[in-house]
């Protein structure tokens, strides 16, 4: 577990604090009072700043996933090459914290935790800006008419989480560490997948062929 950085602001540091212990333990099992500590603060802390121990695992949640969805408002994937730098981002992000997307399977699967719902709140927003996205490159001639979002969404979430899921067994099956080089020559393959997949001159040939 990390240790506290007094100069932080304690917002951040309770932040971080619960994001250790949610990832380290079930969220019945963590109190306020162990979070606290943590955070060298006083517990009355977090009901100022989250109203509840509920407030701050979602805020915990909100904070370490809107910087991914926050790309999909700004100008990465403005292109089909954006998608390579898109993985490359979430590899980093995982990859310093490699338990959360186990978390986010037992909230969403499991349903552990109170978060589910919250969740699915967020990823539903991601699923509205990305549509948004498809139209525009789309629109730009960028991506084949035919492509379906739903199905590019769900192609590109498998390709981001299952290495982070299942890194410690593909690391011992490789018997390699999935280290920043590996995920970033990873992420760029798989960013050609993407851009070659959904280039328009596919759907033609594919229509052609019928």
Do not use: W
């Not at 100022?48 to 695992?57: Q, R």
């Not at 949640?61 to 954006?82: H, N």
């Not at 109170?114 to 789309?138: C, M, N, S, W, Y």
């Amino acid at each position: 577990m990390d240790t506290c950085n007094p100069a932080e602001p304690l917002r951040s540091r309770l932040i971080k604090a619960a994001l250790d212990c949610f990832l380290a333990d079930d969220y019945h099992n963590v109190t306020t009072r162990r979070i606290a500590e943590c955070a060298d603060a006083n517990v009355s802390m977090i009901r100022y700043y989250f109203g509840s121990k509920e407030g701050l695992y979602e805020e915990m949640i909100r904070e370490t996933l809107s910087p991914l969805l926050d790309v999909l408002d700004g100008p990465l994937l403005s292109s089909t090459a954006g998608f390579a730098e898109f993985l490359g981002l979430y590899y980093r992000t995982m990859s310093a914290r490699p338990e959360f997307p186990k978390l986010i399977l037992k909230v969403l699967a499991l349903r552990h935790g109170p978060g589910r719902r919250f969740i699915h709140q967020l990823l539903e927003r991601g699923r509205t800006r990305g549509a948004r996205k498809v139209a525009d490159l789309k629109a730009q001639g960028q991506v084949a008419p035919a492509i379906d979002p739903d199905i590019l969404r769900l192609a590109f979430v498998s390709l981001a989480m299952t290495p982070m899921l299942l890194k410690d067994i593909f690391e011992e099956q490789m018997e390699r560490p999935m280290d920043d080089a590996f995920l970033e020559s990873l992420a760029r393959f798989n960013g050609h997948l993407f851009a070659a997949g959904l280039a328009p001159t596919i759907s033609r040939r594919q229509g052609e062929a019928a």
